[in-house]
């Protein structure tokens, strides 16, 4: 049994994801992290005995962190932040308990490079409809909480993300973009490790609303529906993809929770 200070892998893994996610930091010493460069879903790197230098930034907030085995890194930084009143947990058994469950990681060098504010940013077209809401949602939930999108006109993308040093996505020609019938979702899912089950349900889905193959799924028309409906009740396209973020939570939710349940009416049969 873990200790009132500590979190399980299984307890840790079901909050990956959400939206109410914990904020997950890396404080694992160097040496050990190129051993094995990669982080758990979401996680950012931070040096153990710089831990207080986070305490601004993590007021309100819920906070694991990790080393290699959960020991006295994890309990000491976990400790110092709960001092400045953050609700701070050690993830049981570190970075190890997590590998060892095969729960998937990030390869830390798929990351594109960060800003002065550590956020990665990324840019593609305005008015986004479905692959370029998915994967700023699968981005924000899943690789860095705090990514910024520019949505910019079409023939200006590539020229933005040279000058603002932002990663392209989901247009011609670039990386992370679409492949054969792969949507950039799908892409996404291949470079950061993340074919999880429900992550792969989900993917079927945005690929057969974005590639208009309405076949793959029952639920593609729906998201399809949706992702029009919502591309025409926002002029704003970051207004757009806040609200899109639920749109997609619950898609998510759905997939990891959802698809054996089912919603009859009538609750009971008809006389005769």
């Known amino acids: 049994m873990p200790s009132p200070n500590e979190i399980t892998v299984a307890q840790l893994s079901r909050l990956i994801g959400l939206a109410e996610s914990p904020v997950v930091i890396d404080i694992r010493i160097d040496e050990d992290f190129e051993d094995d460069p990669r982080l758990i879903p979401g996680a950012f790197r931070h040096a153990f005995q710089n831990i207080e230098t986070l305490v601004s930034q993590l007021q309100n907030k819920r906070v694991v962190v990790y ?55 990324w840019v593609t ?50 990386f992370w973009s679409h492949r054969g019938e792969q949507s950039t979702f799908d892409t996404m899912l291949v470079e950061f490790g993340l074919q999880t089950p429900a992550l792969s349900r989900l993917a079927q889905i945005v690929r057969g609303a974005d590639t208009n193959r309405l076949d793959l ?52 049969p008809s006389k005769p």
Not at 127 to 142: E, G, M, N, S, T
Not at 225 to 244: C, F, H, K, P
């Open 217 to 268: 799924t029952p639920q593609s028309a729906g998201l399809l529906a949706a992702s029009l409906g919502l591309s025409r009740m926002y002029r704003n396209d970051i207004e757009q993809l806040n609200a899109g973020m639920v749109l997609y939570d619950m898609f998510y939710r759905w997939a990891r929770d959802a698809v054996d349940e089912k919603h009859d009416w009538p609750t009971t």
């Open 67 to 121: 080393c290699q085995k959960g020991k006295k890194i994890s309990q000491g930084a976990a400790a110092i932040l709960q001092n400045h009143g953050i609700a701070a947990e050690a993830l049981e058994g570190g970075q190890f308990a997590w590998r060892d469950a095969d729960m998937p990681m990030i390869t830390a060098s798929s990351l594109p490079s960060a800003n002065a504010q550590n956020q990665t940013v």
């Open 125 to 174: 077209k305005h008015r986004p409809k479905i692959d370029r809401i998915a994967c700023p949602w699968l981005i924000r939930r899943f690789i860095d909480p705090e990514a910024q999108f520019l949505f910019v006109a079409p023939a200006e993308v590539l020229d933005v993300g040279e000058k603002f040093n932002a990663t392209p996505f989901d247009i011609d020609d670039v």
